[in-house]
């Protein structure tokens, strides 16, 4: 029996990377990794990674790759982690950390590679809105205080706007993105790993074009059944 499925999701901030991967990884049943969401916890707890982390961050620049592999690598190691497969949110995010995958875990560390694609124009205002809880870490979509909807749906926690969602900080993601992705983007292509999704409209449409693009990437009872039943719809 073949192990769990093996899914790198990629996209530029404000693609709407973190509810699409949130979506496949309950869909497909596989564990989802956020290196945004680890390296969030580290700066939580306060740990030395967590410290020099939050200053890379906070800038709106990649944190150094070293960091970040080793982060992921001790993640990925263990056997039951691969066994079950993974969905990489955020991970790789330059050519190095794409090739230090493809070394640690071997030829067949990723299934496919999903690009989420939006242009800047509708990038920009997304991320200008989002919120995150202040208690449970969980993403807002949309503006949802303009709503009336305050307070986290899952734990009731206040909604902020994310401490590196400030204007200077977005602008240098973005170009941080164009810049070290793009290398990383076009040798995923020429691995024939790479599927481009269009990001824009609603979450559901996006997922929906997701899942067609997996379709003949991923076995088919998994893309186009129900994950725990392993059957078609
Ligand atoms: P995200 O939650 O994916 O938007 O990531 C938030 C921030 O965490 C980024 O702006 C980077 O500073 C850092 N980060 C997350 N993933 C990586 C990565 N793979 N490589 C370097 N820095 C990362």
Redesign the pocket.
Known sequence: MREGPRLIVLGR?GAG??TQCAMLAERLGVPHL????L??AETKAGTPLGRT?AR??D???????D??IDL?ASRLGARDARARGYLL??????LH?GQALFEVLGADAADVAVEIDVPVEVALPRLAARRVCESCDVMASGDPTANGAARCHRCGGALVRRH?DNED?IAR?LA?FDEQSGPLLRWLAGEGLLVTVDGSGQPEEVHKRVMAGLRGRLPRALVDGDATAGGSR
């Open positions: 901030q990377k973190g956020s290196t945004g969401d390296l969030r982390a890379y961050m800038a709106g620049s990649l944190v150094p790759d960091l970040v992921v949110d955020g991970f790789p995010r330059t950390q590196d900080a993601r941080v």
